[in-house]
Nanobody, 118 residues
Framework: QVQLVESGGGLVQPGGSLRLSCAAS????????MGWYRQTPGKQRESVAT???????NYANSVKGRFTISRDNAKKTVYLQMNSLKPEDTAVYYC????????????WGQGTQVTVSS
């Protein structure tokens, strides 16, 4: 069982920055894809950014050029650097790790709140 714990959320003004961290309880090299997702009340959870074990990244159009995902396998941590934040970035941000072993398993963190407001 893999446990993921997010941190780094909070309240920030428009145009500000935050860095989210996702710490895993196990070696993340075993997780082929890790990603950040976000959800607001009444809406479906959406993908924000993903990164493969080979370092390939993918971003939602709404965050391209503003957000950067990275992973540090030695620290068992995935990061999401968020710059030029907008009020529409307000959401609960979740970390997900995908294990390809067997039929595949997705592991989710508990989420961290990001609020962008003046």
């Amino acid at each position: 069982q893999v446990q993921l714990v997010e941190s780094g959320g909070g309240l920030v003004q428009p145009g500000g920055s935050l860095r989210l961290s996702c710490a895993a309880s196990t070696n993340i090299v075993n997780l082929s894809v890790m990603g950040w997702y976000r959800q607001t009340p009444g809406k479906q959870r959406e993908s924000v950014a993903t990164i493969t074990d080979g370092g390939r990244t993918n971003y939602a159009n709404s965050v391209k050029g503003r957000f950067t995902i990275s992973r540090d396998n030695a620290k068992k941590t995935v990061y999401l650097q968020m710059n030029s934040l907008k009020p529409e970035d307000t959401a609960v941000y979740y970390c997900k790790g995908h294990s390809p072993i067997g039929s595949g398993t997705d592991y989710w963190g508990q989420g961290t709140q990001v609020t962008v407001s003046s």
